[in-house]
């Protein structure tokens, strides 16, 4: 069911009779270039500054704005401490607006929920809905857009179980990879969720297999401004290969024994599983580029189609080893 809204974003400031700094939220998802995205905005001073616009990554998000927004102990203190997460939200939102910004753009994979919760759920951003709401509620209904990535479920899969064991949290089974495939939560599940928490905010998918590695296309469709190209063209956080992700096993005294054997990336599910989430994402991307239901506008590279929803073989091959002895080395994003 499509609902049915009235103005949205900056619009819906005007009709009120003032304008006010509207929220852009990207909100990954997580192994789509998020980190290679933070960095680059680390580096766009003098564009933000010369369009008005205010940024906050997770270096800050998680140390002193969203903390207590989501989770807590009981639920009464769960409440307590929700309720004063958003009140610092407010006022640092508050802050950005009296320095001038005119657009805030808030940028943490964390926001829908994290890799690891997904793993252990077998179902992906399960909690997303919730989580938009109390974001919404924060923001005191400013967020006008929000720019999300999705990437095929078999690769965001086997990226995510890369990183999470590589830092140390332990191999899904075989059970766990069953399950996972047999989820029927997809990408269009998730966007709906996004949808029915934010209702008055424009939403906009770029298929990262189009976009992989050009951080500037994210800026452009969160602000509707040309952004200046990347000239480090970095890509940092890439999901360890098998070699790296056995030596940190052995090194923390895992069973290195429960990856197979080989070099190259980490594919933990079967031919049969593989085949079923890539299916799951064609079915996403038919819904998406068939309209979304009106829920969401999915963004295409016309140049980058013929690519389809797999990466070529020069990436799929390539994992975080390759950052290693370079000038900039990958940090958690």
Not at 75 to 87: D, K, L, M, Y
Not at 241 to 261: C, E, H, W
Not at 280 to 290: P, V
């Amino acid at each position: 069911m499509i609902p049915v809204t009235g103005p949205s974003g900056a619009a819906a400031f005007l009709m009120k009779g003032r304008l006010g700094m509207d929220v852009i939220l990207h909100i990954g998802a997580h192994r789509t270039g998020t980190t290679t995205f933070q960095r680059y905005m680390r580096d766009q001073t003098d564009y933000l500054e010369r369009h008005a616009i205010g940024f906050w990554g997770p270096h800050r998000t998680r140390k002193s704005v969203f903390p207590g927004l989501f989770r807590g102990g009981g639920i009464g203190r769960v409440e307590n401490t929700a309720f004063r997460a958003a009140g610092r939200v407010a006022l640092q939102m508050h802050g950005a607006e009296q320095r001038g910004a005119r657009h805030l753009l808030v940028s943490d994979e964390n926001m829908l929920g994290t890799a690891r919760y997904n793993l252990r759920s077998g179902a992906l951003y399960p909690a997303a809905g919730e989580r938009m709401a109390r974001l919404c509620d924060a923001f005191r209904g400013r967020i006008s857009r929000v720019v999300m990535s999705v990437r095929s479920q078999d690769h965001w899969w086997a990226s995510a179980a890369a990183m999470t064991v590589g830092r140390g949290h332990p191999v899904p089974s075989a059970q766990r990879c069953e399950m996972i495939a047999n989820d029927t939560r997809s990408w269009r599940d998730v966007i709906t969720d996004l949808a029915c928490a934010l209702p008055d905010a424009e939403i906009r998918v770029l298929p990262f297999e189009q976009h992989m590695g050009r951080p500037q296309d994210i800026l452009y469709q969160a602000t509707d401004r040309r952004a200046p190209i990347d000239p480090k063209h970095l890509w940092l956080n890439r999901s360890p290969d098998l070699a790296r992700l056995r030596d940190v096993m052995a090194q923390q005294g895992g069973d290195i024994t429960q990856l197979p054997q080989g070099q190259g990336r980490w594919l933990p599910f079967s031919h049969e599983q593989s085949a079923q989430l890539r299916e799951a994402y064609a079915d996403d991307m038919f819904w998406l580029t068939a309209g979304a239901d009106g829920l969401a506008h999915l963004i295409t590279d016309p140049i980058r189609n013929q690519t389809g929803i797999n990466l070529h073989a020069g990436v799929l091959t390539e994992g975080q080893g390759h950052d290693f002895g370079k000038e900039h080395v990958a940090r958690s994003g």
